[in-house]
């Protein structure tokens, strides 16, 4: 990864590189973007940025269009699953907010997971993925799924053998990549394709960018409490979350209180199955905000179906503050204007 200097009085240092692990990202124009990495589209370009918490999501990576769309097909297509029944986006519908709205994914042979399925829009932006971060990228991400037994529950050898008998998936391979159909190549044509899942022009990012009328007044105030209580000491970034892991319940112990009927599961212990650290209990990537209106329920336990008590649980767990009715009300408000579009090109 090359590091560069941006004139135009842009604070901070230019990455160019695929992925970029700490640091929030500031919104660079397109043109911008072509000039510091002459058009590769293999390149991304963010701008490490330490003043405001909260920054507006950059555009979508300039990309290889045939990688995106084979991406695309690999993503909707059921072959990746052991018994042909079950897609990337069976789970991640691409037609809502690229979530389900199931509390627990169903898997193949109707087998339940054990964590609510999180958005892959605007993942690729989040410093790791999975709720306790064990894949280092999306790259990394997609085998997770295709062999975990309550998921796709293949294997690569199954998948990509039912992919080579695919006239139309062999060319479109050979055309993109010189080596043809081979595990690091179809997790790397899917996470081109979720990269380019942002869901740009949402309100509160044109609030940022200076458009005053972009949000109304009871959302501007959920904003300042949102800053003033200290959600975005953890809630931060382009992605509004996804760039540090934190404990789920610093101020009182959010298990013990959980409904007696929801018992405790392993997933429960976070980062701790991945690092086996003791510090690392209930430990888990602070999740995005974006479109968060649209994809409950909510934690990783799924336990949760009205963002108002998610955020209640926000205040009493993570900051030791019984929100008022209001106050709640007025950071639902802030929350909803973080609703973007749906990503172009995924109707079709
Ligand atoms: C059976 C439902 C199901 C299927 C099929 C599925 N996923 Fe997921 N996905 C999930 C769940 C549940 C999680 C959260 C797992 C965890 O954090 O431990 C997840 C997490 C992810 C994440 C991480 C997002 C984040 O914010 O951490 C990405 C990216 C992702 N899936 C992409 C994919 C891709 C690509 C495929 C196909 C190869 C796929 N998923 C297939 C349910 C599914
Ligand atoms: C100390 C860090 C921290 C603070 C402060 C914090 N959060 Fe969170 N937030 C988290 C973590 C970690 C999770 C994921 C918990 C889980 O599911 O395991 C989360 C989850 C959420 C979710 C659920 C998202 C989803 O997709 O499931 C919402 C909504 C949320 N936070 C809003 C807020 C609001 C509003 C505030 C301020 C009142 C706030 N948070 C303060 C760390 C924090």
Redesign the pocket.
Known sequence: MTSRRLSRGLRGAVLVGASVAAGAWLWLPRADQESITGGDPGAAVYVEHSGEALVPLPPAPLQSPEKVALGKSL?QDVR?SRDNT?S?A???DLATFGHDARRF???VGGKK?N????S?FN?GL?FV????GRAAS?EE??AG??HNPV??ASDWENAVRKLEADDAFRSAFQHTYPNGITPENVADA?ATF?RSLLTEDAPFDRYLRGDQRAIDARAKEGYRRFRDFGCASCHQGANIGGNMFQRFGIMMDYFKDREPEIPFAKADLGRFNVTGREEDRYVF?V?SLRNVAETAPYFHDGSVARLEAAVAIMGRYQLGRELSTSEIDLLVSFLKTLTGKRPAGLDG
């Open positions: 993503f990746l079950l990337c069976g789970c991640h994914s169903l898997g997971g964590v609510n399925a999180p892959v993942s989040s993925q999975f709720w306790d999306l991400q997609v799924p295709l998921e796709m899917i979720e990537k999740p």
